[in-house]
């Protein structure tokens, strides 16, 4: 099945660091700009992280300097590298495609505990 997979979530305290991965399954994922999107219960999916196919990153300001995405074509791989976690940062994490979106993964879920 052509996807992609989202892992690497977890229960970390304050403070505390997670990486995230986003695995291409039966796709390259070298071909689009990759993003990474954070969805709090009841809220709207909203793009915080995104790299181009040239390695170019944006992020939103409220992850800035303390998220970094990278990816790692020969791995078919796009990581989410996040430290200084807050309990705000806890929700559901996903990536997708930003130019050709798939259909959205399961996610992983993030808690930040203070």
């Known amino acids: 099945q052509v996807q992609l997979v989202e892992s690497g979530g977890g229960l970390v305290q304050s403070g505390g660091s997670l990486r995230l991965s986003c695995a291409g399954s039966?796709?390259?994922?070298?071909?689009?700009?990759v993003a990474w999107y954070r969805q709090y219960t009841g809220k709207r999916r909203e793009l915080i992280a995104s790299?181009?196919?040239?390695?170019?990153?944006v992020y939103e300001d409220s992850v800035r300097g303390r998220f970094t995405i990278s990816r790692d074509n020969a791995a078919n791989t796009v990581y989410l590298q996040m430290d200084s976690l807050r309990p705000e940062d806890t929700a559901k994490y996903y990536c997708?495609?930003?130019?050709?979106?798939?259909?959205w993964g399961q996610g992983t879920w993030v808690s930040v505990s203070s």
């Open positions: 790299v181009t196919r040239g390695g170019i990153t």
């Open positions: 039966g796709v390259n994922i070298g071909h689009d700009t």
């Open positions: 997708n495609f930003f130019s050709s979106p798939f259909n």
